[in-house]
């Protein structure tokens, strides 16, 4: 069975610039989690996505938004962008457990 | 909302010796705790987890325990190896539509051959 897969692995952009974000969660599973890992501070909740349907964000600016299309893959866009958005940024996704099966993420690199 | 705190952030422990990573949460409504494992340039994992109806909880040299009334959860792991060193994570979460997991600031846990 293949695991949550995220692209691009890496991603450099400039200031200012947009940037999307992919995730394509294992088969089955409904919902999918964005978070932030950013050094030293943990896993940050940015977005959770079920059915379609934006059902929660956490304490991060609108120009942190993503969508979730009818396969259940999901995309993370970051408008914007400033030095500190520099981060890995992991997608999860799960189904009825509440166990999280995270992918590799993305390392943004804002310069 | 939730929010957890965890401790220590850096651990470092001789091949054989026990460690212990401890946190505590802010939510009395959180019914669900798992712990993640990360290894240097990898996904999270989830290497256990409890339910607030049970105390504690064991899987082979891990185990978790949990105490409500004070509202903290530790993880224990006895005869660290080598293969134990990445960091560890700590969540708590509610039951329910609104099921998101708050995450610790991870531990940084190296264990020296």
């Known amino acids: 069975e293949a695991g949550v897969t995220q692209s691009p692995t890496h991603l450099i952009k400039t200031r200012g610039q947009q940037a999307t974000l992919r995730c394509s969660p294992i088969?089955?599973?409904?919902?999918v989690y964005w978070y932030q890992q950013a050094l030293g501070l943990g896993l940050q909740f940015l977005l959770w996505y079920d059915e379609g349907e934006e059902r929660n964000r956490g304490n991060f600016p609108p120009r942190f938004s993503g969508r979730q299309f009818p396969n259940y893959s999901s995309e993370l866009n970051v408008n914007a962008l400033e030095l500190e958005d520099s981060a890995l940024y992991l997608c999860a996704s799960s189904f009825e457990t509440r166990q999280l099966f995270f992918g590799s993420g993305t390392q943004l690199s804002v310069l | 909302g939730e929010n957890v705190e965890q401790h220590p952030s850096t651990l470092s422990v001789q091949e054989g010796d026990s460690a212990v990573i401890k946190c505590t949460y802010s939510d009395s409504a959180s019914n669900y705790f798992p712990w993640y494992k990360q290894e240097l340039g990898k996904r999270p994992q989830l290497i256990i987890d409890?339910?607030?109806?049970?105390g504690e909880k064991k899987d082979q040299r891990i185990a978790v325990t949990l105490n409500k009334t004070a509202k903290h959860f530790s993880l224990h792991i006895t005869e660290t190896q080598p293969e134990d060193s990445a960091v560890y994570f700590c969540?708590?979460?509610?039951?329910?539509?609104?099921?998101?997991?708050?995450f610790g600031r991870g531990t940084s846990l190296i264990v020296h051959p």
């Open positions: 409890i339910r607030s109806n049970v």
């Open positions: 088969s089955g599973h409904t919902s």
């Open positions: 969540a708590a979460s509610t039951s329910g539509g609104s099921y998101i997991p708050t």
